[in-house]
T-cell receptor, first 113, second 116 residues
Framework: DQQVKQNSPSLSVQEGRISILNCDYTNSMFDYFLWYKKYPAEGPTFLIS?????DKNEDGRFTVFLNKSAKHLSLHIVPSQPGDSAVYFC????????????FGTGTRLQVFP | EAGVAQSPRYKIIEKRQSVAFWCNPISGHATLYWYQQILGQGPKLLIQFQNNGVVDDSQLPKDRFSAERLKGVDSTLKIQPAKLEDSAVYLC??????????????FGPGTRLTVL
């Protein structure tokens, strides 16, 4: 039972344009969400998070949007850069156990010149 | 600051053999995690230690997997005997403090295991 889903396995975006990565979840108990970025042969690194009391969190070029009623979150990268090419995982947890992460399957983003 | 170290980086074994992975967390990090990432899937938590005690091993297949964190620093994860479905990347992560959160987990590069 996949509780966190990333339905797009890959995404290709031109440099300078917006990248939008999507994530859906099924468990209504989840109230803390994170995005991780993973380069080949490296471990995932934390990128940005959002708790359910907010619907938007911004950090530089990265913004995460949360739609609780739709159980959907998205990561926007503006403007996209070639160095953003990586696999992006969304993860979900609960506020009383924020380190117990349920990961999605990942979306491979390629930013081309 | 040195990151999480893991070895070996790659391992190929035949089914029914045994294998062990080693993890050295970031210095001073109290919490250590082992994840299994099967190709095409996200990482799945296998076991979590706090210092040298097990906090959560609910998803560890205990008939074949074992892990220890003696002295609360380094950790080893063992599979005995391995099955074909154990082919995956095994990720170690560590987190400072005794109240870890998802945004303070630092991952190592992983060990890629292939079981033939």
């Amino acid at each position: 039972d996949q509780q966190v889903k990333q339905n797009s396995p890959s995404l290709s975006v031109q440099e300078g344009r917006i990248s939008i990565l999507n994530c859906d979840y099924t468990n209504s108990m989840f109230d803390y969400f994170l995005w991780y970025k993973k380069y080949p042969a490296e471990g995932p690194t934390f990128l940005i998070s959002i708790s359910s009391i907010k619907d938007k969190n911004e950090d530089g070029r990265f913004t995460v949007f949360l739609n609780k009623s739709a159980k959907h979150l998205s990561l926007h990268i503006v403007p996209s850069q070639p160095g953003d090419s990586a696999v992006y995982f969304c993860a979900a947890s609960t506020s009383y156990n924020t380190d117990k992460l349920i990961f999605g399957t990942g979306t491979r983003l390629q930013v081309f010149p | 600051e040195a990151g999480v170290a893991q070895s070996p980086r790659y391992k190929i074994i035949e089914k029914r053999q045994s294998v062990a992975f080693w993890c050295n967390p970031i210095s001073g990090h109290a919490t250590l995690y082992w994840y299994q990432q099967i190709l095409g899937q996200g990482p799945k938590l296998l076991i979590q230690f706090q210092n040298n005690g097990v906090v959560d091993d609910s998803q560890l297949p205990k008939d074949r997997f074992s892990a220890e964190r003696l002295k609360g620093v380094d950790s080893t994860l063992k599979i005995q005997p391995a099955k074909l479905e154990d082919s995956a990347v095994y990720l170690c992560a560590s987190s400072p403090g005794l109240a870890p959160s998802g945004d303070t987990q630092y991952f190592g590069p992983g060990t890629r295991l292939t079981v033939l």
